[in-house]
């Protein structure tokens, strides 16, 4: 059984950082594509950043471009993603999630997800 834990939100200021982690348990698939998700008070849920290990490549919504990294530790069954810069707007629930396979869109078609993580940046 596939469990995702996320850690590591909190809350910052404007221009401050964060690493959110995820520990993952149970996804032994040789390809892996993963992505951050969040969702804000009376928003839709939002692909973050994603990672597709059989590919190599990382993908990312153009309002985090240059701010955001997704990474995944192998080793350490663990995907991270590295705020930098953050904004008030950044302020959501922070879930990851993970394919069974790799198909489909970055942003669609994910399997398991984990319970989230609150980040909140003030102004």
């Known amino acids: 059984q596939v469990h995702l834990v996320e850690s590591g939100g909190g809350s910052v200021q404007t221009g401050g950082s964060l690493r959110l982690s995820c520990a993952l348990s149970g996804y032994t698939v040789t390809n892996k594509c993963m992505a951050w998700f969040r969702q804000a008070p009376g928003k839709e849920r939002e692909g973050v950043a994603y990672?597709?290990?059989?590919?190599?490549?990382?993908s990312y919504t153009d309002s985090v471009k240059g701010r955001f990294t997704i990474s995944l530790n192998n080793a350490k069954d663990t995907l991270y993603l590295e705020m930098d810069s953050l904004k008030p707007e950044d302020t959501a629930m922070y879930y990851c999630?993970?394919?069974?396979?790799?198909?489909?869109?970055?942003?669609?078609?994910?399997?398991?997800w984990g319970q989230g993580t609150q980040v909140t940046v003030s102004s």
């Open positions: 999630a993970a394919k069974f396979l790799c198909i489909g869109g970055p942003f669609v078609g994910y399997d398991y």
């Open positions: 990672v597709n290990t059989r590919v190599d490549k990382t």
